[in-house]
């Protein structure tokens, strides 16, 4: 037995999985590498890839969605509470990451299935959750907006896909192709990442032997900080006071002023750097490249939010060689679709549960309570009556 501490467990293996690799160079979802998949799959193909186990063909993939399809809608005393969230949304106690985790914990006690951890009902929640996370966004965004639900006896529109349903659900209106599939994109960079700290919490939740709903809402809180998916939000709040402070014209001696007076405050730049790619996330310029696309179409506002985004990153890599993760691009492009920031993250959860889920699979499959040691740091042995 080791005895070393490492701290934040870095280069700790802290167990085996057959999901996904992200230590070996490559970021791999079950043998297909993340650019392949972004350029290749759909989120739809790539969570049945995660969940089922293995790429679908046409027939599976008709079924799997189907199934998504038929789970999108949200019981009422879900929808009741979203309602019943809003002031304290307005209030500020309560932001769209928490209301999720509640809501997702309220679906927990109405899954006919709770507190069955069997394959086969892991499987079917598994598909319920993915199927309804995005409602929960875009129901809360209506309501947030004071406006009428989006269809909320269907969840949306049966013909549109997985993303492209999640952007109705908040909106109202069919995205365009592009747009979808930005969005689509967004999902798959984000659907897995191996023992990543929410997916982590996940494993250690349900290696109690306690159900999935528990460990997603875990998974949702601990996703929630800005350190790990909270960034996404973060960066473009960051992004935004940049902007702010250095007035709408990008001069580079302004933002290398700011970035300076940053270093000297020791701030954590938000969508900077990681734990496990010390060179570079591979899903950064995936998603830097299409929002960039995207900018362009939209007009001089976005691209200049972009070219500030560049300047940033360039002044990062010459002056800390540290490399932006894919929040930081993701920050600006969900801005530049007009999704509300406090989304962000959310979205990030609509991805991230299919690998949340296929963990808890993995470890229900073959389950050793998780828990470890702590060295002791404390006050020495002293006696109570002393
Ligand atoms: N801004 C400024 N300095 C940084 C940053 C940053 N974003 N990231 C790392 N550093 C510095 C860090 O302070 C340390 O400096 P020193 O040696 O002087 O103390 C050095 O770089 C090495 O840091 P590290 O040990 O590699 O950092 P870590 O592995 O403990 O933390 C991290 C990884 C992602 C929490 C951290 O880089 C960070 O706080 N980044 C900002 C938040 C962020 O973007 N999180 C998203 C993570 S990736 C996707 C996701 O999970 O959503």
Same mark, same amino acid.
């Given at each position: 037995?080791?005895?070393? @501490? ?7 293996? %802290? ?7 992200? %230590? ?19 989120? +739809? ?30 019981? @009422? ?9 809003? $002031? ?7 932001? $769209? ?18 507190? +069955? ?16 996370? *995005? ?39 069919? $995205?365009?192709?592009?747009? &979808? ?7 798959? #960079?984000? !659907?897995? /990442?191996?023992?990543?700290?929410? &997916? ?6 349900? !290696? @109690? ?13 601990? #996703? ?27 001069? $580079?001696?302004?933002?290398? !002023? ?23 996330? /591979? ?5 830097? %490249?299409?929002?960039?696309?995207? !900018? ?26 540290? /490399? ?11 801005? &530049? ?16 549960? @299919? ?16 828990? *470890?040691? %702590? ?12």
């Amino acid at each position: 037995m080791t005895t070393a @501490t490492s701290k934040g467990l870095e280069g700790i293996i %802290a167990g085996d999985t057959q999901i996904c690799s992200v %230590a070996q160079g490559d970021l791999i979802y079950r043998g297909y590498e993340i650019h392949d998949l972004a350029a290749n799959a759909t989120f +739809d193909e790539v969570a049945h890839l995660l969940l089922v186990g293995h790429k679908p063909d046409a027939k599976e993939l008709q079924f799997f969605r189907d199934e998504l399809i038929a789970n999108r809608a949200l019981p @009422t005393q879900v929808i009741d509470y979203l309602r019943a969230a809003k $002031p304290m949304l307005k209030e500020g106690t309560c932001v $769209p990451m928490d209301a999720l985790r509640t809501a997702v914990s309220i679906l927990g006690n109405l899954d006919k299935d709770s507190q +069955d951890n069997s394959p086969e009902a892991n499987l079917r929640k598994a598909k319920r959750l993915t199927a309804k996370i *995005p409602t929960i966004i875009g129901h809360m965004q209506n309501i947030i907006d004071g406006k009428e639900l989006i269809a909320p006896n269907t969840g949306g529109n049966a013909k549109l896909s997985h993303a492209a349903n999640m952007l109705y659900l908040m909106t109202g209106e069919k $995205p365009s192709p592009e747009a &979808t599939k930005t969005v689509d994109v967004s999902l798959t #960079l984000y !659907a897995e /990442h191996d023992y990543n700290a929410s &997916t982590f919490t996940c494993r250690v939740i349900c !290696a @109690t032997l306690s159900d999935m709903h528990g460990a997603v809402t875990g998974g949702i809180a601990a #996703l929630k900080g800005p350190l790990h998916g909270g960034a996404n939000e973060a960066a473009m709040d960051m992004l935004a006071e940049i902007r702010k402070d250095i007035g709408p014209d990008n001069d $580079p001696a302004k933002i290398e !002023a700011w970035m300076h007076q940053a270093f000297k405050d020791k701030r954590k730049l938000m969508g900077f750097g990681h734990r496990v790619y010390k060179n570079g996330d /591979h899903r950064a310029p995936i998603l830097h %490249a299409l929002g960039r696309k995207t !900018a362009e179409q939209k007009g001089a506002e976005f691209v200049k939010l972009f070219e500030l985004g560049e300047k940033v990153q360039q002044i990062m890599l010459d002056e800390k060689n540290i /490399h932006p993760n894919v929040d930081f691009p993701c920050g600006m492009t969900y801005y &530049t679709m007009g999704i509300p920031v406090p989304q962000y993250t959310p979205i990030f959860v609509a991805a991230r549960v @299919t690998g949340w889920c296929a963990h808890i699979m993995e470890q229900h499959a073959n389950n050793r309570l998780i828990r *470890p040691i %702590a060295t002791y740091t404390g006050p020495a042995l002293k006696k109570w009556n002393d």
